[in-house]
């Protein structure tokens, strides 16, 4: 069973940029047909699906996130990354990463059950 551990600070200041980490543990990023999403959900709003990084590298954005949105990973360490720059109060919310098919890749709603294994989600308030 794959294992998902978020990373990152719980508070960012406005303008700032937002870097969060999620270790893998009990299988590989590499792993062929494995895709790395990072998903969020805002106070009383519903999951986000922000952008992937799959078992070869490539990367896909949601256009809501794009231009501000950056998804790396260091198969060293069996983690991926998610930058998100010049965040807003509107950037609050607990960010999760997820694995699952290449179905989930672009996902508009995604929900839980898309999804193979979740990390715990991280809580990242944005205030200064």
């Known amino acids: 069973q794959v294992q998902l551990q978020e990373t990152g600070p719980g508070l960012v200041e406005p303008s700032q940029t937002l870097s969060l980490s999620c270790t893998v543990s009990g299988g590989s990023i590499t792993t062929n047909y494995y895709y790395w999403s990072w998903i969020r959900q805002p106070p009383g709003k519903g999951l986000e699906w922000m952008g992937a990084i799959t078992y070869n590298g490539e990367t896909y954005y949601s256009p809501s996130f794009e231009s501000r949105t950056s998804i790396s990973r260091d198969t060293s360490k069996n983690q991926f990354t998610l930058q998100l720059n010049s965040v807003t109060p509107e950037d609050t919310a607990v960010y999760y990463c997820?694995?699952?098919?290449?179905?989930?890749?672009?996902?508009?709603?995604?929900?839980?059950?898309?999804?193979?294994?979740w990390g715990q989600g991280t809580q990242v308030t944005v205030s200064s």
């Open positions: 997820a694995t699952g098919p290449r179905s989930t890749i672009g996902l508009v709603r995604p929900t839980f059950s898309d999804f193979a294994s």
